[in-house]
């Protein structure tokens, strides 16, 4: 399953050029990344080469490293795999192995395919849950070492959020004491919980 839900009215062409666009743009953001990096790495030793020791050396010296880490900025916003990783930061003394779990609500233009871990119906309308471990570095997830999901249909979710779930539900969960996170890529918010509540 992706990050993004399918929308029923997305072609096989649109979704062909959304692949090539984020192909594109991961390719640009890190020749961006690069070319930062061999500016702010080789820009201060030519200069002091070419100019020897004095303010000249030292001024472009300075230009060459900040226009490097401009260069490496633009690339990592540029990159969508750098930029996803960014919007899952957490916080900046987080070192090491991190659990999250993160939901979102499954609407019926989705056509998911997935049944209930609670019921085995197939879900239609309901919420998605992801469990995911990953390495964080000052917060900044490096590694991502595993993904899970677990799908609820509408009837399950509304009686998990709403407090009237099972013991079961709860052992099915991959990660005991992980982080919990109601944002799934700009997917779930409050009104999306309190929808799911009102068509019960």
Known sequence: MSDRPSHSDDSPVVAL???????LYGIAGWLLVGLGLAISVLGPPSAAAGHGIGFSALLFSTVAFVL???FVAFGVFVNPSLRRR???RHKISRFGTVRTVDQRVVRPD??????CVSCDSR???GMVRRYREEYALAGVPVYTASVDYNHYCLE?????????HDDALESRSPFEGSERSTALEEESTDEDEKSLLERE
């Open 110 to 115: 989705e056509r998911c395919l997935e049944r």
């Open 17 to 23: 050029a959304d692949t090539v666009s984020e192909i």
């Open 86 to 88: 960014l919007n899952r």
């Open 123 to 125: 879900v239609e309308r």
């Open 68 to 70: 490097g880490l401009v």
């Open 156 to 164: 399950c979710a509304t009686d998990e959020l709403s407090g009237r």
